[in-house]
């Protein structure tokens, strides 16, 4: 620990993929509206701020997602804000929906839950021998009785970049509701919608982004809104009029979410997606995460999971013998930040293959003197004698 109990800067930060920290403005900006709050308290600060919270963050996540900033939504996070387009998605004379491994468990919760209630079958898309999608058996297995089609850009469980646009071309003359979860993808991967041609894609402010923790948004277009179920709409798209009729505001995907909103998240969120815009493509170092990726996978004993031809700044591994929480630990003690992940949030892929736990490294800023340090941290690591065996 360092001055007043504070850790001490790493000397690398591989984490991004659960916790992306933010910036100091972004910190700023957080601690200076909530400073406002406790003096006026929360509404009036709202008022304060109103420009950002009611127009500019849905404006930049517009221009990030290159979208309409009446497709945005606010949520507390990307499963709520995904689980509540997936509930609404109509099912009626529908036989099947399509998953794929990649998906997410409290996704796939959901998932077979809808099946289960509506008599469905859930298909998962196959991979060939590198780990890609199989598109040829997509491209076979769509038909008017497929529900939705749901995919995650990027897993939690590895760096694989599923193809977005090429799904999206195939799934074109079908009337299917395509769902994109871009949790690891967002602030990382470039993100089209209108490329994509996804009907909703959803997204969390505490990854890749480097936003606060608790917030979350949706881009759902117009056209798959129109189709959606109705459901309950707070009181900031709706109001009783004298006679007693309730009217709605359904005119955008704001609809959607609740009017009570963590608003000092929200105004740290703005900032976030405003510094990502800003930041230019050469500031990622590819090399680094390709250095770091390359060498630890030649390590001893190491058993990379990273499937797929195109891969983003995720790199999972497990060690033969050395369980991944103890290398996460022993990693701390030498600065460098890492996370060991469950295999059950990710099962279709994580346990079909035998991988009940892996140390997960992510981050889309490593330099490369910050990958040297973390091969040669864990070189160490895993020479040290006393470590614990895996049972």
Not at 171 to 184: E, F, K, N, R, T
Not at 254 to 271: D, I, Q, T, W, Y
Request: charged share 20%; proline share 4%; net charge negative.
């Amino acid at each position: 620990m360092g001055i007043n109990g504070i850790p001490e800067e790493p000397v690398a930060y591989l984490n991004m993929a659960g916790a992306g920290r933010v910036s100091q403005n972004v910190l700023e900006k957080i601690q200076k509206y909530q400073a406002i709050e406790s003096v006026i308290g929360a509404y009036d600060t709202e008022t304060v701020f109103e420009d950002v919270l009611e127009t500019g963050v849905y404006e930049s996540l517009s221009k990030l997602l290159h979208c309409s900033a009446r497709d945005i939504a606010l949520f507390e996070n990307a499963t709520r804000a995904w689980i509540e387009v997936v509930s609404r998605i109509p099912l009626k004379g529908k036989t099947r929906i399509i998953t794929t491994p990649y998906e997410y468990a409290g996704n796939l919760q959901i998932l077979r839950t809808l099946c289960s209630r509506h008599g469905l079958k859930l298909l998962v898309v196959p991979c060939d021998d590198v780990g890609d999608l199989d598109l040829q058996w997509l491209r076979g297995n769509l038909s008017e009785g497929v529900a939705l089609v749901s995919i995650v850009q990027v897993p939690s469980s590895c760096g694989i970049v599923n193809p977005l646009e090429d799904i999206g071309e195939i799934l074109g003359p079908y009337a299917v509701p395509y769902i994109v979860d871009a949790c690891q993808a967002v602030g990382q991967v470039p993100i089209s919608t209108v490329v994509s041609g996804c009907g909703a894609l959803t997204g969390a402010g505490r990854k890749f982004l480097r936003g606060p923790r608790g917030t979350g948004f949706a881009f759902v277009s117009e056209e798959l809104r129109s189709r959606l179920h109705a459901g309950f709409v707070d009181l900031h798209r709706s109001e009783f009029q004298e006679d007693g009729e309730l009217e709605l505001d359904l005119t955008s995907a704001r609809s959607l979410g609740m009017a009570e909103k963590n608003c000092s998240g929200v105004f740290g969120l703005a900032a976030a997606v405003d510094e990502c815009l800003a930041r230019r493509p050469e500031e990622q170092n590819i090399d680094a995460f390709l250095l770091l990726r390359e060498e630890i996978s030649t390590l001893p004993g190491v058993i990379p999971i990273d499937p797929g031809r195109f891969r983003s700044s995720i790199f999972t591994f497990r060690h033969e013998v050395v369980d991944a929480v103890v290398i996460v630990a022993k990693l701390w003690r030498h600065g460098v930040v890492g996370w060991r992940i469950k295999g059950s949030h990710t099962p279709l892929q994580m346990l079909g293959q035998g991988h009940v736990e892996a140390v997960r490294l992510s981050s889309d800023e490593l330099s490369i003197e910050e990958s040297q340090a973390t091969i040669s941290a864990l070189e160490f690591v895993l020479s040290e004698p006393d470590l614990k065996l895996v049972e």
